[in-house]
């Protein structure tokens, strides 16, 4: 089961990087990435780290993803309107998929009300990073605080103009 | 409620040389939005006092062998030595720096703290006992050395040398870091003893031996051995000169700082393995970097080749390994760092119409105009070739009669070959400063107190070097010694 898991959520992530590489388009590529790191987040739920998990997700394809698409749409303006939609049709399918996307969160959120589960702190849980963090990591964490100033230094050295 | 987590012991005295670096590069960030807006030459003295603050607290702290943070950083006589020859190389280019920015206009304080964040990595990297720390350490002085050696934006060799570099650079420790990942896996640990401790029981494992070919990809890149090479010359061509010092010098002696201590102190049961790999790295490096300087009409290129060269020789002493071994390529890169920098420090005070004299026909008829500048960048170059009685020589010496004890005497003949070679295009240079006339404009000699005070401890170096080796090759021992319980 575990195996199966991985070789699958493996090949997708691959395949989304080498899509990545090949795609012309740079908003496909953009997208690809986005695939390639939510299965790079899923194979961190399959380790049983939640947090990385939780982390990729929200940093990566989130934040991260959404300043590459920016970047994008405003660096090549005009590249992603290239004529009159080619699956127009397609449209009518996207009011009864959001329908019952909607429905299935009303269910979600309705059937889980109840005490959360109280245990001990999971190994790749929030508490037991923040312990490592802390105690064995705290120099590569504070040091880590250090090379973030460098790098900002630099970025304001570099982008700065010329007066 | 989980119980409070006991805080961890911080012993700050362990970091105190790099702390004392880290609070310069914090004081002259702040300074630099202080008036006097117009003027930036004082953050250079701010460096400077900085530096040599972590001078003073390093000589303060020879001798201890204390461990921190959980053995994640180190403080013995090793790293102490190392520390010694990243300070003296960032205290010769500050001074450097001081007039060359004067004169080109683009003096700042962004660049004064950056060099001394990459001064600080470099210290950090050789402390490191850590893996993880190796590779913070080694990203925060690449970091720095990236945007310095983009610095010049109004030439478009900076920036082409600054993202060549980045570019290049993010690849190698993406590879680095793959390595320890690997390492990890198979040993189960960061922490380089633990890790010898693991490795001790399953050597031949290939997850170990892939890791370590990893790692010396990430080191190779940094070190600029053969073929991780490439970047060097457009890097040292394109790069502000005196930044162009500090990535051949203090980036190098950290980078083989790191790399010393992880082979030796962690992966010291692979030895058989990656000694037959720098063994080939070691005769590719010393070659190919002498070979292609021998075209080369460029100055700063001509050093590029010419240290991808000393790497080469450097390498030999880790393949012979034991004590004298790496004891003699630290006092290699002792004396190498004295000649290198000293070298493109001569180079910055050097222009021609305006423009930075860079080509090797530039120099022509420098002795008759500045007999004191050619005679100094002269010793410089001949300390390069390895002539008694100047640094370099006593190095090769050192460095070849370890490999040769050690039994690799084919690899000792291709380095003394390889000196030979070397001597021409070092010495066509002094051939165009004492024997041929400028067509046109003469080179112009820049005055610069710091540039000549900073010139004068570096001949003072490799003078000292060359002249009673000794105490300073006994300081090299003892610094190994750490490595090699």
Known sequence: ?163 | MSPVVPPPAVALGVLLPVLVVLAAAAVVLVLDVLPPRDSKAHLGGVALAGIIGALLAIVMRWGTDARAFRDMVLLDTYALYFDLVICYAAALIVMFSMDYLGRTGSESGEYYSLLLFSTAGMMLMASAGDLIVVFLALELMSLSLYVLAGFFKQRLTSGEASMKYFLLGAFASSFLLYGIALIYGATGSTNLDRIAAAAATRNAEPMVLIGLAMMLVGFGFKISSVPFHMWAPDVYEGAPTSVTAFIATGSKAAAFAAMIRVLVVALRGAQPDWSALLWALAALTMTVGNVVALAQSNLKRLLAYSSIAHVGYMLMGLVAGGGPGPGAVLFYLLAYTFTTVGAFGAIALCARAGEEAVEVSDYAGLARRHPVLAATLALFFLSLIGIPPLAGFVAKFYLFGAAVRAGYIWLTVIAVLNSAVAAYYYLRVIVYMYMREPDGEPVAVAPSLAGGLALTLAVAGIVILGLMPAPFADLAQVAVAPLLR
């Not at chain 1, 394809?61 to 970047?71: D, E, P, Q, T």
């Not at chain 1, 998929?97 to 009303?106: E, R, S």
């Not at chain 1, 802390?134 to 900002?152: G, H, N």
Request: net charge positive; proline share 6%; hydrophobic share 60%.
């Open chain 1, 1 to 163: 089961m575990e195996l199966a898991a991985f070789t699958l959520i493996a090949l997708i992530a691959l395949g989304s990087a080498l899509g990545l590489i090949l795609k012309r388009n740079a908003i496909h590529g953009a997208l690809f990435l986005v695939v390639n790191l939510g299965s790079v987040a899923a194979l961190y739920l399959t380790l049983g780290a939640e947090f990385l998990a939780a982390a990729q997700v929200i940093v990566y394809a989130g934040a991260i993803m959404v300043l590459f698409v920016f970047a994008i749409m405003v660096l090549i303006p005009g590249k992603e309107e290239t004529g009159p939609d080619p699956r127009r049709p397609l449209r009518w399918v996207a009011l009864p998929a959001g329908a019952l996307l909607l429905a299935q969160v009303l269910v979600i959120l309705v059937g889980t009300r109840g005490p959360t589960p109280v245990g001990s702190p999971a190994p790749g849980g929030v508490e037991a990073i923040g312990r490592l963090l802390f105690t064995d990591y705290l120099f590569p964490f504070e040091l880590t605080s250090v090379l973030l100033l460098a790098a900002m230094v630099g970025v304001l050295l570099l982008a700065r103009r010329r007066t």
